[in-house]
């Protein structure tokens, strides 16, 4: 049987590489890979998965996702056009001759648009239709290219299937005012009330990525009535000079000199530094993606205004006001904002809920355990509150 560039035996559990090299996977793996090719090209659920290959134990669906990751790795599917996740539905493998799953046309965002806060122009779009939710502001930021890219267009493309995500670049990046003096909270906060209002959003979702986090507990804090819930990755309350992390003390040091030194440069070795901190397992095509887009995003002035704020944050006082339900997600392992920051919010917030993702990555890395985990979260979470949205 092939999969791929593979040739699959499933009686034997072999699979044998184009070139003959003979390709080892765990026992699991080697049976998830062998359902999956018995389906020929069906979809098999998540369910179906587990009670077959762990009959007689109690795993969580962790168990599953390492697995699944596995055999991409094992394949050289880092993209996922062989073995393919079926939202909400299962896994299925693209064999030879295999009928085609229907599967939903790739979003495309709608064009961008500008919306004028007190002091800056803030370049904005939407894509996909559904349950409302407005992204916080993050220094990575693109809006033109953020949804088709490697790193970000497959949560987009997923999330876009039951959901409108208005999304915007942060003040001072890319498309919107470069040349900005007010980096403070409250200016991030109204920056989303205004787009908010311009794109006819009422109540709604939030999805604050890293320091949006805190830019959406404070919008939460700020206007309780118009926020359903947040989903918050990798977010932090607090930074160093407040929580006094020394560790997180001497990254910021190097941060500043890297920036200082070569932020700026054609030559991408000195961002590759915030590129090891977001996306340490990623392959290397997404890395040099990643120092891409951080190129495009902001020059060098603005990320040490990024930086400085992102040391000095501070809404711990605003987490009381915050009664809205809260997903927060972290990896275990995340270089750039340790879990443990994560836990210590999770214990302020009034109604939170926290899960730890698989790996290292600050950003979860499509194709990996922690990027499945980090989807079907949402997607969990959504389906207990999303009920209540009014969609536009």
């Not at 899960?355 to 979260?377: K, S």
């Amino acid at each position: 049987m092939r999969i791929g560039d593979f040739c699959f035996t499933p009686e034997a559990g072999s699979l044998v590489s184009s070139d003959g090299r003979r390709i080892d996977l765990r026992p699991q793996a080697m049976d998830v890979l062998r359902l999956l090719a018995e389906a020929e090209g069906a979809v098999v659920s998540k369910d179906e998965i587990l009670s077959a290959v762990w009959p007689d134990i109690a795993t969580g669906e962790e168990s599953l996702y390492q697995c699944i990751s596995d055999i991409r790795r094992a394949l050289d599917d880092a993209q996922r056009t062989i073995l393919r996740t079926v939202p909400r539905k299962g896994y299925h493998l693209a064999l030879p001759g295999a009928r085609p799953v229907p599967g939903p046309r790739p979003p495309t965002p709608e064009p961008i648009r500008f919306a004028q806060s007190a002091d800056a122009r803030l370049a904005w779009t939407a894509i996909g239709q559904g349950t409302p939710i407005l992204k916080a502001p993050s220094w990575i930021s693109n809006i033109e290219s953020e949804a088709t890219s490697l790193i970000f267009g497959p949560f987009y493309a997923r999330l876009a299937e039951r959901a409108r995500i208005v999304y915007f670049d942060q003040r001072g990046s890319s498309h919107s005012s470069r040349r900005v003096t007010d980096w403070s909270v409250d200016a991030m906060v109204d920056d989303m009330a205004r787009i908010a209002d311009t794109a006819g959003l009422d109540r709604f979702f939030l999805f604050g990525p890293s320091q949006g986090g805190a830019f959406a507990l404070a919008f939460a804090a700020r206007f309780p009535e118009r926020v359903l819930g947040i989903i918050a990755r990798g977010a932090f309350a607090t930074g160093w000079k407040v929580h006094g992390d020394e560790v997180q003390r001497r990254r910021y040091e190097v941060s500043k000199a890297m920036i200082s030194a070569g932020w700026n440069e054609p030559n991408p070795e000195y961002r590759r530094f915030f590129t090891g901190l977001l996306i340490p397992d990623a392959p290397p095509e997404m890395a040099r993606e990643m120092d891409a887009i951080q190129a495009r995003a902001v020059e060098a002035d603005v990320q040490l205004a990024n930086v400085e704020l992102q040391s000095s944050l501070d809404v711990h006082h605003l987490l009381d006001a915050v009664t809205c339900p809260v997903l927060l997600l972290h990896s275990s392992g995340d270089l750039a904002v340790p879990a443990e920051r994560a836990v210590e919010l999770a214990s302020a917030l009034p109604s939170c809920e926290l899960r730890l993702l698989d790996g290292n990555n600050h950003i979860p890395v499509p194709g990996t355990a922690g990027f499945e985990q980090f989807m079907d979260a949402i997607d969990d979470f959504l389906d207990r509150h999303g009920s209540v949205a009014r969609i536009p």
